[in-house]
């Protein structure tokens, strides 16, 4: 029995990459699993693969732009589940480019999924959390929020706000509420193919074959946040390949 087995989990930006990954290793570890993303069939795909595999998972679309979407997301666990114990906030864009691309609906649509898109999901859960007297959230965050490089400014922009939220929402929390965020460096996603900017993705590309670490390696950072006990909170923990600079 693990610290997760029986734990109502509602994760977002759960269709693919370290999203998917996380809810097959928490469905494995016994976690009851409220998916949400915006691409829907990959999600009842994934909802079936759990449940042949032995586990329990609902899904709705998610769309972490529209705060409604957010409680929606966090009714369906309430209401299936009687509950949420944790939210997993791992939506997120990365269409990387230099700022002299003035690529500036880009901008606009980072901010809204990898910030406001945070901010949705406390506003949904946190009322809850406070309610039931315990939760915890977990965000998926980058290293760029400790490293800025070329063509990264806004999206490493959007990952040092979602840090000093999750860090400002820890020091809110109080000793019922846990909060984890999880920065991981290069990992094996679609990350690269997002930049819509041709030098930049092939660059990505080719880093991402060269040192890239599997998207597991982040669900086993989140699994080992959830499974201590209670009082003991894992504020940050930073993931990234052993190349990585």
Same mark, same amino acid.
């Given at each position: 029995?693990?610290?997760?087995?029986?734990?109502?989990?509602?994760?977002?930006?759960?269709?693919?990459?370290?999203?998917?990954?996380?809810?097959?290793?928490?469905?494995?570890?016994?976690?009851?699993?409220?998916?949400?993303?915006?691409?829907?069939?990959?999600?009842?795909?994934?909802?079936?693969?759990?449940?042949?595999?032995?586990?329990?998972?609902?899904?709705?679309?998610?769309?972490?732009?529209?705060?409604?979407?957010?409680?929606?997301?966090?009714?369906?666990?309430?209401?299936?589940?009687?509950?949420?114990?944790?939210?997993?906030?791992?939506?997120?864009?990365?269409?990387?480019?230099?700022?002299?691309?003035?690529?500036? +609906?880009?901008?606009?649509?980072?901010?809204?999924?990898?910030?406001?898109?945070?901010?949705?999901?406390?506003?949904?859960?946190?009322?809850?959390?406070?309610?039931?007297?315990?939760?915890?959230?977990?965000?998926?965050?980058?290293?760029?929020?400790?490293?800025?490089?070329?063509?990264?400014?806004?999206?490493?922009?959007?990952?040092?706000?979602?840090?000093?939220?999750?860090?400002?929402?820890?020091?809110?929390?109080?000793?019922?509420?846990?909060?984890?965020?999880?920065?991981?460096?290069?990992?094996?996603?679609?990350?690269?193919?997002?930049?819509?900017?041709?030098?930049?993705?092939?660059?990505?590309?080719?880093?991402? +074959?060269?040192?890239?670490?599997?998207?597991?390696?982040?669900?086993?950072?989140?699994?080992?946040?959830?499974?201590?006990?209670?009082?003991?909170?894992?504020?940050?923990?930073?993931?990234?390949?052993?190349?990585?600079?």
């Amino acid at each position: 029995m693990s610290g997760i087995d029986g734990k109502v989990v509602a994760i977002t930006g759960a269709s693919s990459g370290i999203g998917e990954e996380i809810a097959l290793l928490l469905a494995e570890r016994g976690a009851r699993l409220v998916l949400g993303a915006r691409r829907e069939d990959r999600l009842a795909d994934l909802v079936t693969r759990i449940g042949k595999a032995g586990g329990t998972a609902v899904h709705v679309r998610t769309d972490v732009t529209r705060a409604q979407d957010l409680r929606a997301l966090v009714a369906l666990a309430r209401d299936r589940f009687g509950g949420l114990d944790v939210l997993v906030g791992n939506a997120g864009l990365g269409m990387v480019s230099p700022l002299d691309d003035l690529r500036v +609906d880009e901008w606009t649509a980072m901010v809204d999924v990898n910030v406001k898109g945070v901010l949705h999901g406390i506003a949904a859960a946190l009322p809850v959390f406070r309610e039931q007297r315990s939760g915890h959230f977990v965000t998926t965050a980058s290293t760029a929020a400790f490293t800025v490089v070329p063509a990264m400014a806004v999206y490493a922009g959007t990952k040092v706000a979602v840090r000093a939220i999750c860090e400002g929402l820890r020091q809110e929390a109080g000793p019922e509420v846990r909060v984890t965020t999880v920065f991981p460096g290069f990992v094996h996603t679609g990350f690269a193919a997002a930049s819509s900017n041709d030098e930049v993705r092939a660059r990505l590309t080719a880093m991402r +074959d060269e040192i890239a670490i599997p998207p597991d390696a982040i669900a086993r950072a989140v699994a080992f946040a959830l499974e201590q006990p209670d009082g003991v909170d894992v504020n940050e923990i930073v993931v990234r390949p052993t190349a990585q600079s």
